[in-house]
């Protein structure tokens, strides 16, 4: 029922920069959390980062701390990701996913803590 569509996936060089965008749909998008992960071929989907229903913790993987940043715009059903000081390794596709509970004070950085997933959208990033 819940619908997750990703946006603003593309090619890029390194050292440069992408926003990523996931729309949601449902009335209730402010209250769950969301999650950003990847998948690169021949790889398993690994946790990027997190963000609680009201935006008050997040968590990023150590590979992109520092230079990706998770946010939200519940009045616009949106959760983003802005990537930057992108390298090659971090060409992947991207997913979207929303936690099945409700307010969870907890940010969840494995894939079993996600219910919900987009399509995905894909980031290259040339060497």
């Known amino acids: 029922q819940v619908q997750l569509v990703e946006s603003g996936g593309g090619l890029v060089q390194a050292g440069g920069s992408l926003r990523l965008s996931c729309a949601a749909s449902g009335r209730t998008f402010s209250n769950y959390g969301m999650g950003w992960f990847r998948q690169a071929p021949g790889k398993e989907r690994e946790f990027v980062a997190a963000i609680t229903w009201s935006g008050g913790k997040t968590s990023y993987a150590d590979s992109v701390k520092g230079r990706f940043t998770i946010s939200r715009d519940n009045a616009k059903n949106t959760v983003y990701l802005q990537m930057n000081s992108l390298k090659p390794e971090d060409t992947a596709v991207y997913y979207c996913?929303?936690?099945?509970?409700?307010?969870?004070?907890?940010?969840?950085?494995?894939?079993?803590?996600?219910?919900?997933w987009g399509q995905g959208t894909q980031v290259t990033v040339s060497s």
């Open positions: 996913a929303q936690s099945p509970v409700r307010r969870a004070v907890v940010v969840r950085t494995t894939t079993d803590g996600y219910a919900y």
